[in-house]
């Protein structure tokens, strides 16, 4: 079975950093063609937030987030980052690790496109 194990949430105060992490068992995340991160807040879609190509030479980030979030990854570590800075409140959401089918492309941020999820890390910013 594949899982994906989010780490790195919390509460924070607004103007503050967080940075999650993600590693995988039964998948190889240095091989995916494209990782990523998605959100969700209360009451609202999934949402993308960012993700990068398996050379990491391609990202793409939320409008929302663009300069404030750093996506990256360690293939020799097996391992996704999401460095987020300068958090706002509307930042607080359930943070989700995905592997998407596929490559990264235009369509990079829809739900229906990713392939496996992790159960997800709560990050509160108030």
């Known amino acids: 079975d594949v899982q994906l194990v989010e780490s790195g949430g919390g509460s924070v105060q607004a103007g503050g950093s967080l940075r999650l992490s993600c590693a995988g068992t039964?998948?190889?995340?240095?091989?995916?063609?494209?990782v990523g991160w998605f959100r969700q807040a209360p009451g609202k879609e999934r949402e993308g937030v960012a993700v990068?190509?398996?050379?990491?030479?391609?990202?793409y980030y939320a409008d929302s987030v663009k300069g404030r979030f750093t996506i990256s990854r360690d293939n020799a570590k097996k391992t996704l980052y999401l460095q987020m800075n300068s958090l706002k409140p509307e930042d607080t959401a359930m943070y989700y690790c995905?592997?998407?089918?596929?490559?990264?492309?235009?369509?990079?941020?829809?739900?229906?496109?990713?392939?496996?999820w992790g159960q997800g890390t709560q990050v509160t910013v108030s």
């Open positions: 995905a592997v998407k089918a596929g490559y990264c492309g235009p369509q990079w941020s829809q739900p229906s496109r990713i392939k496996y």
């Open positions: 039964g998948i190889h995340l240095s091989s995916a063609f494209c």
């Open positions: 990068i190509s398996r050379g990491g030479g391609g990202t």
